[in-house]
T-cell receptor
Framework: DAKTTQPTSMDCAEGRAANLPCNHS???????VYWYRQIHSQGPQYIIHGLKNNETNEMASLIITEDRKSSTLILPHATLRDTAVYYCIVRLNYGGSQGNLIFGKGTKLSVKP | GAVVSQHPSRVICKSGTSVKIECRSLDFQATTMFWYRQFPKQSLMLMAT?????????EQGVEKDKFLINHASLTLSTLTVTSAHPEDSSFYICSARVPGYTDTQYFGPGTRLTVL
């Protein structure tokens, strides 16, 4: 079972920041937080991941709370092409079944003009 | 990021036939690949883990004799749906784990299988 909780859906205006929350209150000390997104009828796309420090790359920023029980994915300037289902996943960062990605239902982000 | 391809992108077959789907890592060697299935309006479900040179590990409830997985090289894994039936119609997606410290998985574009 997925170990994260996300809102079912969110709307965002084009050009504004999209802030997608994720709760992972049972995360263990050596589990990472990963974010993927899936645009309709495509394979999931890796966005970003982190352990406890905030992370930023060309796609997004990941803010992890100090207690690591929740995180927020930030798309700084959402475009229509960012409309997708966003998945927050916690996993161990090594091989074996404990490192498998288990997908929950994710958040359906709709970016509107 | 790393690139994973799948072929074909979509396939239509008759009930009772077998279908092979290929998954390739294009710019890295993947000792571990994964196969997922996604039904309409549902999330991805992990079917099996494919390790190069060894037998695949199947998730509970997935029939290993129906979904044959071969990972003969570090860049290619294949999924064969044997004796396909309409209920096997689904979106099949593979992913590959990039070896290294972060061990991030990258996904292929998916294969839409329709069994008539």
């Amino acid at each position: 079972d997925a170990k994260t909780t996300q809102p079912t859906s969110m709307d965002c205006a084009e050009g504004r920041a999209a802030n997608l929350p994720c709760n992972h209150s049972t995360i263990s000390g050596n589990e990472y937080v990963y974010w993927y997104r899936q645009i309709h009828s495509q394979g999931p796309q890796y966005i970003i991941h982190g352990l406890k420090n905030n992370e930023t790359n060309e796609m997004a920023s990941l803010i992890i709370t100090e207690d690591r029980k929740s995180s927020t994915l930030i798309l700084p300037h959402a475009t229509l092409r960012d409309t997708a289902v966003y998945y927050c996943i916690v996993r161990l960062n090594y091989g074996g079944s404990q490192g498998n990605l288990i997908f929950g239902k994710g958040t359906k982000l709709s970016v509107k003009p | 990021g790393a690139v994973v391809s799948q072929h074909p992108s979509r396939v239509i077959c008759k009930s009772g036939t077998s279908v092979k789907i290929e998954c390739r890592s294009l710019d890295f060697q993947a000792t571990t690949m994964f196969w997922y299935r996604q039904f309409p309006k549902q999330s991805l479900m992990l079917m099996a883990t494919s390790n190069e040179g060894s037998k695949a590990t199947y998730e509970q409830g997935v029939e290993k004799d129906k979904f044959l997985i071969n990972h003969a090289s570090l860049t290619l894994s294949t999924l064969t749906v044997t004796s396909a039936h309409p209920e096997d119609s689904s979106f099949y997606i593979c992913s590959a784990r990039v070896p290294g410290y972060t061990d991030t998985q990258y996904f292929g574009p998916g294969t839409r299988l329709t069994v008539l």
